[in-house]
């Protein structure tokens, strides 16, 4: 359990005794965790067996050139093999998530496998069932992310030329979206709200077989807009949404092949509107590994890891860079063993508020490594705040659940992300799972919240005249959670807004916007008036529509909001995000 301080004046005299020790302390200590050793690798953190630490599912290739997939249980820091038959996976990725929403941790993995398929396993008290998907091999990705809001896990998965996302029907059924991605190798995803609209948008990159591209895919109803994002595509690497100056919009980290094949690492500062900006952080450039945020010193911004080969023969690379601010990173030199064909994962194993480290991969000398390392280097992390005023509304066939922002000692407002539960009863989560525990929040991964940076999120497919519990929790930048805020409920109602719109969904366009949109010219301007409702349901604006079609936004704060135009009798809703 964590012990938490008890106030500010206790943290820092805390922080200057820790302060005094360590200026010769070795920040990153080896545990001898006794883990096998595997190269082509991949590594999370989750309590599968919820007892609130952190367990470790790993896969890759060891030393005999077995392929292997295990999970250590986690006993006071001691990890123990369980044996769960999982198959084993080279040159792949394993992901902790509840896709049943069943309060505990399920299994998505892909790459190269006795099976060559896809598989999830379903997690039935630490006894492990599969269910498996279409082909795939080596080099092969997959991420976990709610796309279409209806509260559970569906499952993206890339590689071989190939990319499906599989929408989560329930009953275990897992069925092809129709979705199209651009055609990719060596490609790697993240799930992100990238334009704050209340839904998951898709960050992917790899080698097009034309050059290496990067595109994000905007979330429109379900539907997937790509956007390429030019000269920033990279291959055999890893990308990652993440605010690391707190600022409220996501930023990008990225490592991997360019087109040359020459290994790079750089992190893209989000200036909104699809512009991002090279930093130049002086990252180590590597491929065929990856790189990580997360706030290792818990001073509250996002520091970064990566791990993997330099340019030139038998030249690895593992560096720490901590954030100071002002777009700078420095290099921690902790320490830690270089690799390549590798993988790191943050996680606080020892339950001391701190961020911990496991790195496996190839070594120097060509014999494969899995290491966790102790972190002695941080100040002791303060817990967030939950947040407050929990309000829920419906517009269309959708609720839109909102709550005023958390708050914490550290990490900065903006910086702060959210995660929320529903259920069908009291401090349930069958509609949607927070991966963590209801009693004190303790969170069940290492990751944001699942709405991310959001204070407003909106669910599908609830069932008319059924009551709904639900609670949300506030998630700092070392990805420890607050308690959950006390509990709503809400019986679910259909508004009767008929969204009829045979304009392709474009009732006005720009989209997110700033000082002005601009009506649709093939609405009829007769008898056609407009509402603007905040996303809480506050009507805050309503006229006709004007000749010139044009509707003034410059005096609104950024945010979601719903527009909606009427003609009778037909009514058009749409969201406007206020950027």
């Not at 769960?84 to 069943?102: E, K, P, R, T």
């Not at 190839?362 to 967030?384: C, E």
């Amino acid at each position: 359990m964590k012990q938490l301080l008890s106030s500010p004046q206790t943290f820092i005299f805390v922080f200057l005794i820790i302060f005094s020790f360590q200026m010769n302390a070795q920040l990153f200590v080896d545990i001898n965790a006794g883990l096998v050793n595997l190269e082509n690798s991949s590594v999370s953190w989750g309590d599968y067996d919820n007892d609130k630490d952190m367990d470790i599912l790993i896969c890759g290739k060891s030393s005999g050139g077995s392929f292997l997939t295990r999970i250590y249980k986690n006993d006071g820091g001691l990890f123990t093999d369980i044996n769960a038959g999982l198959s084993g996976i080279n040159m792949g990725v394993v992901q902790w998530g509840d896709y049943d929403n069943d309060g505990d941790l399920d299994i998505l993995a892909t790459g190269e496998n006795l099976e060559q398929t896809a598989i999830i396993y379903r997690n039935d008290n630490g006894i492990f069932s599969s269910i498996q998907l279409d082909y795939f091999d080596g080099f092969s990705f997959a991420c976990w992310g709610d796309y279409d809001n209806d509260g559970d896990l569906d499952a993206f998965i890339t590689g071989n030329w190939n990319s499906v996302l599989y929408r989560n029907d329930g009953q275990d059924q897992f069925i092809d979206s129709g979705n199209e991605f651009t055609m990719m190798n060596s490609a790697k995803a993240d799930w992100g709200d990238y334009d704050g609209d209340g839904d998951l948008d898709l960050l992917l990159t790899g080698d097009t077989g034309g050059g290496m591209k990067m595109y994000l895919y905007v979330n429109e109803n379900n539907g997937f807009t790509p956007q390429e994002l030019a000269n920033m595509g990279l291959s055999a690497g890893s990308v990652q949404w993440g605010d690391y100056d707190s600022d409220g919009d996501l930023d990008i980290l990225i490592m991997g092949f360019n087109d040359w094949v020459e290994p790079q690492a750089y992190i893209y500062r989000n200036d909104e509107n699809l512009a991002f900006v090279n930093i130049y952080a002086g990252l180590a450039p590597v491929a065929v590994g990856n790189a990580m945020w997360a706030d290792y010193d818990n001073d509250g911004d996002l520091d970064c890891a990566l791990t993997g080969k330099l340019s030139g023969c038998g030249v690895f690379a593992t560096e720490i860079y901590r954030n100071d601010g002002n777009d700078y990173f420095n290099s921690l030199n902790a320490g830690i063993a270089d690799g390549e064909y590798s993988c790191l994962a943050w996680g606080d194993y020892d339950n001391d508020t701190d961020l911990d480290l496991i790195v496996a991969g190839s070594s120097y000398s060509g014999g494969p490594f899995t290491k966790i390392y102790r972190n002695d280097a941080a100040l002791p992390n303060f817990l967030p705040e939950p947040p407050q005023n929990l309000y829920y509304d419906f517009a269309d066939d959708r609720t839109i659940l909102s709550w005023d922002a958390g708050s914490d000692l550290q990490t900065p407002v903006n910086g702060l992300t959210y995660n929320i539960r529903i259920g069908t009863e009291s401090l349930s989560c069958d509609n949607l799972s927070p991966m963590a525990h209801m009693d004190n929040g303790y969170r069940k991964i290492v990751k944001a919240g699942n709405t991310s940076r959001s204070n407003s999120w909106m669910v599908e497919g609830l069932i008319p005249g059924q009551t709904y519990y639900w609670s949300v929790q506030t998630i700092d930048n070392t990805f420890a959670a607050s308690e959950f805020s006390d509990e709503q409920s809400f019986v679910y109602s259909i508004t009767g807004i008929t969204k009829t719109s045979n304009l392709n969904e474009e009732l006005f366009y720009p989209n997110p916007a700033k000082d002005v949109i601009y009506i649709n010219s093939m609405v009829d301007l007769k008898g056609t008036s407009i509402k603007l409702f905040t996303h809480s349901g506050e009507i805050i604006r309503q006229e006709a529509l004007n000749a010139n079609r044009q509707i003034n936004i410059y005096d609104l704060s950024p945010g979601l909001y719903f527009l909606q135009l009427s003609s009778e009798p037909t009514q058009m809703l749409n969201k406007l995000i206020i950027r």
